[in-house]
């Protein structure tokens, strides 16, 4: 699995997260967990050519601030942000087309 598919240790305060500008989804999961995996492809295949739309994997787990501060309890979850807001959020998606309807929201 490429390093930038990975899911990276948290490292984003939720301030910072809420800095950061434009559109942006937080993908909250772990590499091992079936869920994310089976998303993975769906994700990658909606954000295609979207160089609009900045993207950060990030390793959730218990006591993970971040994950907590949004209110995660099952992975993966997509946090949708505009302007560090909150349009969107999907929790386990299977299907692309959910994706891509959530992405136009931003």
Same mark, same amino acid.
């Given at each position: 699995m490429p390093p930038s598919s @990975?899911?990276?240790p948290e490292t984003l305060t939720r301030e910072q997260a809420e800095a950061l500008p434009g559109a942006v989804? &937080? %993908?909250f999961g772990? %590499?091992?967990c079936g869920h994310c995996q089976a998303a993975r492809p &769906? /994700?990658?295949a909606a954000l295609r050519g979207r160089d609009d739309v900045r993207h950060l @994997?990030?390793?959730d787990g218990r006591g993970r601030p971040l994950? @907590?501060?949004y209110? /995660?309890?099952l992975w993966p979850?997509? /946090?949708l942000l505009r302007d560090g807001v909150e349009v969107a959020r999907l929790v386990r998606p299977v299907h692309a087309r959910a994706i891509e309807t959530a992405l136009a929201a931003l």
């Amino acid at each position: 699995m490429p390093p930038s598919s @990975r899911y990276a240790p948290e490292t984003l305060t939720r301030e910072q997260a809420e800095a950061l500008p434009g559109a942006v989804v &937080l %993908d909250f999961g772990t %590499d091992g967990c079936g869920h994310c995996q089976a998303a993975r492809p &769906l /994700v990658d295949a909606a954000l295609r050519g979207r160089d609009d739309v900045r993207h950060l @994997r990030i390793e959730d787990g218990r006591g993970r601030p971040l994950g @907590r501060s949004y209110g /995660v309890k099952l992975w993966p979850t997509l /946090v949708l942000l505009r302007d560090g807001v909150e349009v969107a959020r999907l929790v386990r998606p299977v299907h692309a087309r959910a994706i891509e309807t959530a992405l136009a929201a931003l």
